[in-house]
C-alpha cells in the first residue's frame, strides 16, 4: 500500500549506500585523509569543555561564519548561505526555482543530486553530455545550445566534475553566464581548491551565477556536513525562502569557522595532495590495463580493463575505490580518491598485482 503513495517520479529512485564494511584503505568517497590540525582540535575541545550551549538551538543564520566566509573570499556576507553540505543548498536552489514542468540541465556524468533535487521538486531533468571519446570535456556550445532549446530555470556547471576530474575554463563559464541571463547557473566548486580555479568573483557582476562550496573535501570536514554557496544579494535572498530554521548545528558553525583561521596546514595538505594526485597519474599510467583520465581535483578516474573482477579483488584485500558497474558512460570504469603516500603506495601495489595476475 504504501509503494502506491509514493509519488510515481521518485519511485525509481535508489537510497545512497555508502560502503560501511570495515576497510584497510577507503579511497572511494573522495574524503580529505588528514585529521583536524591539532590547533583545531584542542580549540574545539576547550569550546566543549567550557560551555558549548549545546541546549540552545544554533544561530540560525550562521552569522559568525559567513562574517569569516566573507573575509576569506573578499565577498559580501549577506551573499552567502551556509547549508548542511552543499547537498542541502542544490535541493533549496531547486525548491525555489522549480515549479512543475521547469527545466533543470546538467552534465552527464556527473554528481547525481542535480537530476535527483529536479525530480524532487517537480522538473524535468535534461542532460547535457561529457563525450567520453572527448575525454569528458565541456563544452560551451553545447550548454548554450541546451538552454536556447529547453530555457531552463537552472543550468549546473560542476568544477571539477565529480567523477571525471576535468574542469571548464573560467573563461567559458563567464561566456555561459553572459549568455543565459535567464537561468540560474550553479558552479559546483566543491573541488576547486585543488586547482586553484574559481567564478567567485563575478558574482558582484551576475546576478544570475551562484558558486557551491564545501568543507567536506580540501578541508577534511566531511564528518560535520557543512557547505555553503556564494552569489549576489538578491540571489541570496531567493534561496533563504526555502532554507530551513537552525539549519547547521553550533559544534559545525564553531569547527567551521576554526578551520579557516589554519590556513597554511589547509594549504601545504592540499599541495600534499595534488602532488600525490599527479605521482598517482604518472604510475596508473604505467599499470597494464589502466587507462587514466586527466584530473584536477582530489580524485582520479580510471578505465580498467575486466573492471569488475580488478574491483572485486581489491574489496577482498580491504581497499574500497568507487566502481561504476554497467553505467553506459562510465563502463568499465573506477574513480580513485587521493590518500597519503603509504596509502597510495598500497592501492598501486595491490592493483598492479591483480592487473598483471588477471
Not at 526555482?97 to 543530486?113: A, C, E, H, L, N
Not at 569557522?257 to 605521482?279: D, F, P
Request: glycine residues 6%; charged residues 25%.
Amino acid at each position: 500500500m504504501i509503494e502506491k503513495l509514493i509519488r510515481s517520479e521518485i519511485r525509481s529512485f535508489i537510497p545512497y549506500n555508502a560502503n560501511q564494511q570495515p576497510y584497510k584503505i577507503k579511497l572511494d568517497a573522495n574524503e580529505s585523509p588528514f585529521n583536524l590540525p591539532l590547533k583545531v582540535r584542542e580549540k574545539l575541545s576547550a569550546f566543549i569543555l567550557e560551555n558549548p550551549q549545546l541546549n540552545l538551538y544554533p544561530d540560525t543564520d550562521s552569522i559568525q561564519l559567513r562574517q569569516a566566509l566573507a573575509e576569506h573570499w573578499d565577498a559580501d556576507e549577506q551573499g552567502i548561505i551556509a547549508g548542511t553540505g552543499s547537498d542541502q543548498l542544490i535541493q533549496l536552489i531547486s525548491n525555489v526555482f522549480v515549479g512543475t514542468g521547469d527545466k533543470v540541465i546538467y552534465p552527464v556524468p556527473s554528481f547525481g543530486m542535480y537530476r535527483d533535487s529536479c525530480v524532487i521538486a517537480g522538473g524535468v531533468p535534461v542532460q547535457y553530455l561529457l563525450n567520453p571519446n572527448k575525454k569528458f570535456e565541456y563544452s560551451k556550445e553545447t550548454i548554450i545550445e541546451g538552454y536556447e532549446k529547453e530555457q531552463p530555470k537552472i543550468i549546473y556547471i560542476c568544477n571539477p566534475n565529480n567523477p571525471t576530474g576535468n574542469i571548464m575554463s573560467r573563461e567559458d563559464i563567464m561566456e555561459v553566464a553572459r549568455h543565459c541571463r535567464n537561468s540560474v547557473i550553479v558552479v559546483d566548486e566543491a573541488y576547486a581548491e585543488f586547482c586553484d580555479v574559481t567564478v567567485i568573483p563575478y558574482v558582484k557582476e551576475y546576478e544570475n551565477l551562484l558558486v557551491l562550496r564545501t568543507f567536506s573535501k580540501a578541508y577534511g570536514l566531511a564528518g560535520i556536513r557543512c557547505g555553503y554557496s556564494i552569489s549576489c544579494r538578491k540571489l541570496a535572498d531567493a534561496i533563504n525562502l526555502a532554507r530551513p530554521p537552525y539549519n547547521i548545528s553550533s559544534l559545525s558553525q564553531y569547527t567551521a569557522q576554526l578551520v579557516l583561521s589554519e590556513k597554511e596546514e589547509i594549504r601545504e595538505n592540499i599541495a600534499y595532495l595534488i602532488a600525490q594526485r599527479e605521482r598517482m597519474k604518472g604510475e596508473l599510467a604505467g599499470i597494464k590495463g589502466i587507462e587514466v583520465y586527466n584530473s584536477y581535483a582530489n580524485f582520479i578516474l580510471v578505465k580498467a580493463d575486466n573492471c569488475s573482477e580488478v574491483y572485486k579483488r581489491l574489496c577482498e584485500k580491504g581497499i574500497f575505490v568507487r566502481a561504476f558497474g554497467h553505467a553506459s558512460l562510465l563502463a568499465g570504469c573506477m574513480r580513485i580518491s587521493v590518500g597519503t603516500y603509504e596509502q597510495n603506495t598500497i592501492f598501486l601495489d595491490e592493483l598492479s598485482t591483480i592487473c598483471y595476475n588477471n
